[in-house]
C-alpha cells in the first residue's frame, strides 16, 4: 500500500457542519487523481480520539464508531454518483480511529496523532475540513492546518463556505445583529445615566455611543446569528431556576474552602481531574465551565471543547465532579428538562447529535 | 440603624470575611492553582456580598442599578479571568503542586 | 465640589445612618488592608501568574473599596467610578495572561 501512498488522502473527521461537503470534496479529489494515474486510491477517514482506551466513556466511542459509519456511508455514496455502475473500482476507503493512548489537547497534538497514523501509511496528502477545529480554535494556538502543514503534508483546505450573510458597510455584521447589538448597547447606556428618556442629550450621547460600539464591537459581541427570542427566554428562565441552586453550592464551596484556608494544616489534596462534559456550544460550556470554578474545591484550569481540565483542592471535589450533578443542572439550562437526565449511552448520543444540528 | 441597614452589615461583615478568607489564601496555598482557588471563590463571594449589602441600602434606584451590574459583572468575570489565568499557566507548562508522581504516570510518553 | 459631583450623577434621596457609614468605612478599612497583604504574593511570585492571580484580586478589592466608600460618604458618583474599574480589571487579567503566554512573560 505504501507504494501507492503517493496518490492516497487522508480526511481527519470531526463534528462540523461542513463535513458532509468535506467528504465529498476529499472523494472527488481522490477519483481525480485516482482516473488520472489509472492506480486504486485509498482514502483514509481518520478520527482523532478525545479518550484514552483505559478510561474510555462508552458514549464517546459509540458516537465516534457512528460518526465514521456516517461519513463512510456519505463517501460510498458520493463515489457511486462520481462512477458508472460497472466501471472498475477507483477509490477504497478506510476508517480509523487515533490517539487513544496518548492525550491530546492542542491543535499541534492532533496534528501529532494525524501525522502518526500518515507516516504508517504512507498517506502524503490531506484534505482538510476547514470548519473541524481540533483542539479548539484559540487565537493563542496555531491552527491545525498550520501544524499539519509544518510536518510537510500537502494540505488541502476543501472549498466548503459557510452560509453567508448580508452585511453592513464598513462592518461584516448584517442589519438584525447591528440592531440587536444598537439597542442592547443604547438601553445599557441610559440605564446607568439614570434613565432620562426624555432628555434630548442624553439621547444624543446615547446613539452616538451605542452607533460607536456597534459598528466597532458586534461582530466580537453577536457569534453567528441572531438568537432566537422564544429559545433566549426559556433559557433565562431556567437560568433564573439554576441560580439559587448555584448561590447555594457556592456558599458550600466558600465554607469548605474557607476551613481549608484557615486550618492551621492546610488539609488539602491538589491534583488534576479531567473528563468529557455532555454539553455542547460555546455558552453551555462557558457556564459549565464558571459553575466548576465557583463549586466547591475545583476550579477549570482548559477547556477544549468538551474536554475540561478541572484542578481539584480538596479531596471530596473529585468525586463531586464526576458525580455530574453540576453537569446535568447547566443540560437541564440549556437543552430542557428532558437532556437533565442522560442516562444511558444511547440517549447520550441523540443529545450530541441535536445539539450540533 | 434601620433593620435593612444591620441586614446590610451583615452581608457586608459576612463579605469582608470571605475577602479576608480570599486573601489568607492567595498569601497561604502553595502553588499557583491552589491559590486560584481562593482568587475565584472567596474573591467572588466577598465581593458580591459586600455589594449586594449595600445596594439593599439603596433601594430600588440607578445606584443600586449600577451596584448590580458591578455585581454580576464581577459574578461572571472573576471565574473567567482565573480560568484564563489557569489557562495561560498551563500553557506555560506550570505544573501543579503535590500529584506530580500521579500526574506524569498519566501523561505517558509524548 | 461636592454638590456639583451629587448633582451630576442625581444621588437618591437615600441617607445611611452614621454608624452604618463608619461600619461601611471600617470594611472598606479591611479591604485596603487585603489589598496591601496581597502585595507580599505579588512581590513575591514565584511565577508570573501568581502575580496576575494577587493583582487581579487588588483590582476587585479596590471596586469594592470605592463602592464601600462610596455609599458610605454618599458620594454616588464614585460607582462609575468602580464600575470602569471592575471593568479595565478584567481586561487586564486576560491581557496579561494572554500576553504572558504569546511573547513568553513580560513580567
Known sequence: MAAEGEQDVLVPVGESETLRRSVTYAVERAHESATETGTLVTVHFVLPARWRTVQADPADVEAATSLLDRVLAWAREDIDELTAEDAPQTVVFESATVGTNEYVFSPGDFADVIAGYAATNGVRRIVVDPSFRPGGSAPILRSFETELADRGFDVLEAPVTRRTRRSLPFTDIGLPEFFVVFSASFLFYLALGGWHVTDPYELLTGVATAGVVTVTLASVALKGDVPNLRVVGYTVGRLAAYTPILLWEIAKANVSLAYVVLHPRLPIDPRMVEFDAAVWGDLPVTTLANSITLTPGTVTVDVSRRHFLVHALIPDAETDLLGGKLERLVRFVFYGRESARIASPRERLDDQQEGDS | MTPIEILATVFVVVGTFFGFVATVGIVRLPGLYARLHAASKSDTLGSVLSLAGIALVLGVTTESLKLVFLLVFLFVTSPTAAHAIARAAKEEGIEPIGEDARLGDEEGEP | ?107
Request: hydrophobic letters at 60%; a negative charge.
Open chain 3, 1 to 107: 465640589m461636592t454638590s456639583v459631583l451629587l448633582a451630576a450623577s442625581g444621588g437618591p434621596e437615600v441617607t445611611v445612618s452614621e454608624t452604618f457609614s463608619l461600619i461601611l468605612l471600617a470594611a472598606a478599612a479591611a479591604f485596603t488592608l487585603f489589598a496591601v497583604v496581597l502585595l507580599y504574593r505579588v512581590v513575591q511570585g514565584p511565577t508570573t501568574q501568581d502575580r496576575i492571580v494577587a493583582i487581579n484580586v487588588v483590582g476587585t478589592n479596590t471596586v469594592i473599596v470605592i463602592a464601600l466608600v462610596s455609599v458610605a460618604l454618599g458620594e454616588y458618583g464614585y460607582l462609575d467610578v468602580a464600575l470602569v474599574y471592575g471593568l479595565l480589571n478584567f481586561v487586564m487579567s486576560i491581557a496579561v495572561s494572554k500576553i504572558t503566554v504569546e511573547w513568553g512573560g513580560v513580567l
